[in-house]
């Protein structure tokens, strides 16, 4: 199976910071990453896919960068509604696996 | 666009079985790839399985081999997720969602609002 992990597991930070995330494959994924956004007692949403490729009514401050196994969400400017738990999955090959995820705090 | 509708929440007993359902709208059950992600209380997301369209068939996480079936009822355009055996440790969310395909790359870009069993005797 193909490990996913995400660094760090807690960051914090205020609004207005440029915030990074880094997600790492234990082997080679091409561009098979998505990124989620889950808030409390919500489903996750899907914010990036294909590594780099903006979900339809994704606000333009976030991207996503990388290919094999090094992979990056970036928000360029937080907003309060940004403060959320972030994770990668990928999908390219079976079982699609998580990262444990990144927890962003105030 | 797509809406998921889960059933609601289950309390069960060690040893029993649960089957949660999963209902479509907006789209066909036949259009769609449906897989079972869940999430335990205060864990990370964990998939389980779902419809590979590829092969056509239903792939099932390793883990759960054995204790997991995903069917589908076309007619009423519903999936199901029954999860058997079950121990404290199966409590959860248990979510549904569609998998997306753009050229090729996939994603989850559906989700149902999330199901919670919670196994206690």
């Known amino acids: 199976d193909i490990q996913l992990t995400q660094s760090p597991s807690f960051l914090s930070a205020s609004v207005g910071d440029r915030v990074t995330f880094t997600c790492r494959a234990s082997?080679?994924?091409?561009?098979?990453l998505a990124w989620y956004q889950q808030k409390p007692g919500k489903a996750p949403k899907l914010l990036v896919y294909a590594a780099s490729t903006l979900q339809n009514g994704v606000p333009s401050r976030f991207s996503g960068t990388g290919s094999g196994t090094e992979f990056t969400l970036t928000i360029s400017s937080l907003q309060p509604e940004d403060f959320a738990t972030y994770y990668c999955?990928?999908?390219?090959?079976?079982?699609?696996?998580f990262g444990q995820g990144t927890r962003l705090e105030i | 666009q797509v809406q998921l509708v889960q059933s609601g929440a289950e309390v069960t007993k060690p040893g029993a079985s649960v089957k949660v359902s999963c209902k479509v709208s907006g789209y066909t059950l036949t259009e769609l790839s449906i897989h079972w992600v869940r999430q335990a209380p205060g864990k990370g997301l964990e998939w389980m399985g779902g419809?590979?369209?590829?092969?056509?068939?239903?792939m099932y996480g390793q883990k759960f081999q054995g204790r997991v079936t995903m069917t589908e009822d076309t007619s009423t355009d519903t999936t199901y997720m029954e999860l058997s055996s079950l121990r404290s440790e199966d409590t959860a969310v248990y979510y549904c969602?569609?998998?997306?395909?753009?050229?090729?790359?996939?994603?989850?870009?559906?989700w149902g609002p999330g199901t919670l069993v919670t196994v206690s005797s």
């Open positions: 082997q080679g994924i091409s561009s098979y």
């Open positions: 999955q990928q999908l390219n090959s079976y079982p699609f696996t």
């Open positions: 419809f590979d369209p590829e092969d056509g068939e239903t």
């Open positions: 969602a569609t998998v997306g395909d753009s050229s090729g790359w996939y994603y989850f870009d559906y």
